[in-house]
């Protein structure tokens, strides 16, 4: 496992370092400048501007001042936010978004797994049709939609919850939720749809014919193989939460990467656009990582090679 851990740990740097060179080059090619305004700067500040960023060099000097920087972890400073770079930046925003995808992210693995464990469990019944409505629905309905719709009713209406900001714990409640439950729907499909698919097997067919109750069989074996498929979206799934959904941070006022990467993008924040891309991509490369390390501890026949 130690050999295909380190191997693993290789690959992720041309992974990475293929994420930085795309997506530099992307931001240099689309037209505008991070200092292109309605009124003008003066040219002489401008130039002073750019020569302070390196931004009057050629475009491979660039490229080349950015990976060097990069091998020292310096992700270089943020135009738009004078005085701090972009590690400051991440480092002050990630752990929100962390907090924020993890709660959320739990809120998916609940709600999700336990509604299609019961579907599958009880297929084609009342309790089955009205959860894969919800769930068909929790994945049409956008996340902003969703978010709005929690905040009129809960804030507006109800005025239980917060409608925004990052205050103690109930401020995590509505975002979590708006977050989480178009993952939870998904989860929760394919979880029955596995759950379904193992009951018609060999082995399941041998468990019932030694006496074995549906309730042993479900836990004790079906179970325990249809939860790879949901395992094996956990990776990017955690990435994605982790990392927040800018739509939601934005709509709930969340001070996490998705409201300065916005920002970042209507500026053109050309180090901030890489940096927050770089750690979607490490979180991403992380995530998938821990899954198939996890794999041999759910299914003993899965060799790590």
Known sequence: MLVYFLRRILWAIPVLWLVATITFFIMHVVPGGPFDREKKLPPEIQANIEAKYHLDEPILIQYSLYLKGLLKGDLGPSYKYVGRTVND????TLPVSIQL?????????????ITGITSGAFANTIWDRMSMFFATA???????VLGALLI?????YLKLLPPALWENARSVILPACALGLAPAAYIARLIRASILEEKHQDYVRTARAKGFSEMMILLRHVLKNAIAPVVTIIGPLTATLVTGSFVVEFI????????????????????????VTLVYAALIVLANLLVDLLYPLIDPRIKLE
């Open 89 to 92: 930046v991440i480092s002050d």
């Open 101 to 113: 995808g993890l709660v959320a992210l739990l809120i998916a693995l609940i709600v999700g797994l």
């Open 138 to 144: 929790g994945i049409s309905i956008p996340s902003f």
């Open 152 to 156: 009129l009713i809960f804030s507006h």
């Open 252 to 275: 709930f006022s969340v001070p996490g990467m998705g409201q300065f990467f916005i920002t970042a993008v209507t500026n053109r924040d050309y180090p901030l656009i890489m940096g």
